[in-house]
Nanobody, 127 residues
């Protein structure tokens, strides 16, 4: 059974930083494009950062220049370094396979495991 376990969230002041981690079990992430998603209160979950198997990164405009996604395939772990945090970054953050970067394997994974998400990690940015 595939599992995603996110951690590293918390309460931080505007301008602060956090490092999120996502440990994946039940599969090997090295064959998939991976992404970080977030869901703010009253909003849909959205993809904010992704990294391909070739380490090509892509970011939503709202986080570009402030967030950095990385991966450690040996540890089956994906990271999100978040700097210069803003109140509008407040959300629950999740990781999962990203099917938007053109990988057939990643798309197949999401089709087969569409309902599998971790518990997420809460990030609250407030003074």
């Amino acid at each position: 059974q595939v599992q995603f376990v996110e951690s590293g969230g918390g309460l931080v002041q505007p301008g602060g930083s956090l490092l999120l981690s996502c440990e994946v079990s039940g599969t090997l992430i090295r064959v998939y494009d991976m992404g970080w998603y977030r869901q703010a209160p009253g909003k849909q979950r959205e993809l904010i950062a992704s990294i391909t198997t070739q380490n090509s990164e892509k970011y939503q405009d709202s986080v570009k220049g402030r967030f950095t996604i990385s991966r450690d395939n040996d540890k089956d772990t994906v990271y999100l370094q978040m700097n210069s945090l803003k109140p509008e970054d407040t959300a629950v953050y999740y990781c999962n396979v990203d099917e938007t970067r053109g990988s057939l394997m990643s798309a197949t994974f999401r089709q087969r495991h569409s309902n599998i998400w971790g518990q997420g990690t809460q990030v609250t940015v407030s003074s």
